[in-house]
């Protein structure tokens, strides 16, 4: 790999995104003024992201340095194939979340919306801050600057449970990056002297290969840490807090499942794993099998638990659950196939769950229900909806031809190049088990008689309706071309 490229570029996204929220309140009197903020901030990231795609498939690495404040610690930015993926994802579904807020927010005349878009700027803003980190205390920084402005958005109905379920939300993720992830940091400097990751390489990281000879107990420590300090990324035991957040608005489950907050706790893991650690140090100290297997544990329980949910948000809740686990146990399992199964349902899982929120929210709008069991027939009065909600259904159980099914189609590879059968099986029950708990939602809609009355009730605004359809429809189309990722992960591994 050559010498990463010096440039100051980087910064523009953050800057765009970094000024979207005090554009926010400046309109706060004008809500098309301020909602129109929202959508020129995030296509301007977006073609700002557009701009480095060239370079990044050449197999340039960007980087530009903009604090020193110790030797080895520094305010770093860095972009390659890894990051690319996140920084794009984020702010293409920014511009549909705005406008899907539009029609629930006003739909439901909800209270404070201007903190609500303020919050939601700046949980963009650290989302792509995350991807753009060069360094452990760059993603530090910026993993917590989405954990505080997602807690108003969290607790945003200022009810008992809202508060309630924002408060379980940051004391689990607070206190697991103060109890792990800021040890963590501490340890991979103090072992390493810097906490530079190796971006665009994943098979070697921070860690000399003369400091893991020596002291291979404390680094396995260390990586323990982070793997328990990255709660974003909801692997069991530290999960709870997700169905939890889900007292909060559909867009903000949706922004949180889909967008920013579990997208960057398993891309930070992601970057760990492969930037931080390497795949050489991985391997010689044994760290990715275990990871594998409670991965695999997650993925089963998850799924089984959300058998159980009739509430359709703590149904997609855990759903999320399991499905993060996917990109978890791809890059933990370290072959090729693998990895570029659990990178490419980054995106793939992105694009389909904020689908399945979003036809959440609209149910929610038109109807104001929230049990799968009261949803009958509803198929038939709002068929874009559901028709939407079936196809991101069929990428989450992993059908042709739909984005999901890539994803499982490498990582079932991925599996048998590691010769893992364990992992292979848990992988085929968590598609039979997402069948069971995706497949009668669509039956009752279309195909069983109302419970209750339907008569009045028809599409949804079309300013979610719109969104939730286009999201789908982006499904589909990774489902044929899943290179239009995949080529940011092949650059990136050199695959």
Request: glycine share 8%; charged share 10%.
């Amino acid at each position: 790999m050559s010498a990463p490229i010096e440039s100051a570029s980087l910064l523009l996204p953050l800057a765009v995104t970094g000024v979207a929220p005090f554009a926010s309140w400046l309109t706060r009197h004008n809500e098309n003024n301020r909602e129109a903020g929202s959508f020129v901030a995030a296509g301007l990231t977006f073609l700002v992201m557009l701009s480095f795609v060239p370079g990044i498939l050449e197999g340039h690495v960007y980087s530009y340095t903009l604090f020193t404040i110790l030797p080895g610690i520094t305010v770093t930015f860095g972009l390659d194939g890894l990051g690319m993926i996140f920084g794009l994802i984020a702010p293409l579904l920014w511009g549909m979340a705005t406008s899907y807020n539009i029609g629930y927010m006003r739909g439901l005349q909800e209270h404070a919306q201007t903190r609500y878009y303020f919050c939601f700027a700046v949980a963009i803003f650290g989302a792509v801050g995350v991807a753009f980190s060069a360094n452990v205390f760059t993603l530090y920084l910026f993993y917590e600057v989405i954990t505080v402005f997602t807690y108003p958005l969290v607790a945003h109905h200022q009810d008992a449970e809202g508060f309630a379920g924002a408060r379980k939300y940051l004391v689990y993720l607070m206190g697991t990056s103060k109890l792990f992830l800021l040890p963590a940091m501490v340890l991979t400097y103090v072992l390493c002297g810097t906490l530079e990751m190796n971006l665009g390489s994943v098979l070697s990281g921070m860690f000399p290969a003369d400091v893991v000879a020596a002291h291979p107990n404390l680094v396995r420590l260390v990586y323990a840490l982070y793997i328990c300090g990255l709660a974003k990324a909801a692997l069991m035991p530290f999960h709870n807090w997700l169905p939890s957040a889900m007292v909060a608005p559909t867009p903000v489950s949706a922004l949180l499942h889909a967008v920013a907050v579990v997208k960057a706790g398993v891309f930070s893991m992601s970057r760990i794993i492969l930037s931080g650690f390497g795949v050489e140090t991985m391997n010689s100290l044994g760290l990715g099998l275990p990871t594998a297997y409670v991965a695999a544990f997650t993925i089963v329980a998850a799924s089984l638990i959300a058998l159980t949910k009739d509430d359709i948000k703590a149904r997609l809740a855990y759903s999320t659950v399991s499905q993060l686990s996917y990109v978890i146990i791809g890059v933990s399992l370290l072959t090729p196939m693998a990895v570029q199964g659990g990178l490419l349902h980054i995106a793939n899982h992105a694009f389909a769950k904020i689908t399945l929120f979003f036809g959440a929210g609209a149910i929610y709008v038109v109807t104001h229900q929230k049990k799968i069991s009261q949803m009958n027939g509803l198929g038939r009065k709002m068929p874009w909806t559901f028709g939407a909600f079936g196809l991101a259904s069929l990428s989450m159980i992993g059908m042709p031809p739909v984005c999901g099914f890539v994803s499982k189609w490498y990582l079932v590879n991925g599996t048998l190049q590691a010769g893992q059968i364990v992992l292979l099986v848990a992988l085929l029950a968590s598609t039979a088990l997402n069948a069971g708990y995706f497949v009668p939602i669509f039956y009752r809609a279309f195909f069983k008689a109302p419970v209750i009355s339907i008569d009045g009730y028809k599409e949804a605004p079309l300013t979610m309706v719109v969104p939730l359809c286009f999201t789908a429809l982006m499904s589909v189309v990774l489902g044929f071309y899943p290179q239009l990722f995949q080529n940011f992960i092949r650059v990136f591994g050199n695959y």
